[in-house]
């Protein structure tokens, strides 16, 4: 069962009116004041829907900010190239490359979907509204005109102080801290390198290995070997043979 509706208060007859007239009265009262435009110019919001900025080094033509605009104003062109492999034994890769990035302002309602869409923040709002045109052809504006406005678009606000850091800033700080982790490591085994071809070597050549001394007990005789590191002979005193047995040839 469905709960009464609370009782209305009941309202004043004219009150309505009154009100209206106060906001009138006030304004009435205060000063007007004339912004000298275009001497002066207009302080615009943070955040003014002026027209779109292009930057395109971060546009890879994706197409997402054309298929879901709703006017249908915007109009890429592009071909693809073949990159070179990275590394030898690699393979080659293609990639797009822009060639035509222009947005009819006569059909766009500056909704900003395509900025929203955007995965890789190649456009940005432009508080910049001085575009007026005599023909209407001349508003569709391509990429160098878009990269213009692109310089004035205002930084971001700053972060909340206990705001977590962006995803971006995050991915490209760990990339820059092992590019220079590996670039250190590389300074330092070039300076292993050079420390290592700096020291001077022994003289000969080469080192001098020698084997103690072998003592045959049937001769007494003793023999030892040195074996040289850089020719890899060895040297030493001959054993001396054994004398053979007399008994060996009776038999």
Not at 70 to 92: L, M, N
Not at 122 to 133: D, G, M, N, T
Not at 163 to 183: G, I, N, Q, S
Not at 200 to 206: A, S
């Amino acid at each position: 069962m469905a709960e009464p509706l609370p009782p209305t208060r009941s309202r004043i007859p004219g009150s309505g009116l009154a009100k209206g007239l106060a906001v009138t009265l006030r304004t009435m009262t205060k000063k007007t004041v004339t912004a000298q435009y275009p001497d002066a110019q207009p302080e615009l919001p943070p955040r003014s829907r002026g027209v779109i900025g292009l930057f395109e080094e971060n546009c890879t033509v994706c197409m997402l900010c054309a298929r879901e605009c709703p006017d249908w104003c915007i109009y890429i062109d592009s071909h693809k190239e073949t990159v070179p492999p990275a590394a030898p034994g690699g393979r080659e890769r293609s990639r797009n490359v822009l060639d035509r990035f222009a947005i009819d302002f006569s059909l766009c309602m500056y909704c900003g979907i395509c900025i929203e869409v955007c995965p890789f923040d190649a456009l940005f709002w432009s508080p910049e509204f001085e575009y007026a045109e005599t023909d209407i052809h001349e508003l569709t504006h391509e990429r160098d005109k878009l990269r213009e406005w692109m310089w004035t678009v205002p930084a971001p606000p700053a972060l909340d102080p206990g705001a977590e850091e962006p995803k971006e800033l995050a991915a490209a700080r760990k990339t820059a801290d092992k590019l220079a982790a590996e670039a250190a490591t590389a300074a330092e085994l070039a300076a292993r390198t050079a420390e290592q071809a700096a020291q001077p070597e022994p003289p000969g050549g080469g080192t001098t290995t020698t084997t103690g001394p072998t003592t045959d007990e049937t001769t007494g005789t003793t023999a030892g070997t040195t074996t040289d590191a850089t020719t890899g002979t060895t040297s030493g005193t001959p054993e001396p043979s054994k004398p053979s047995d007399p008994q060996d040839g009776a038999s």
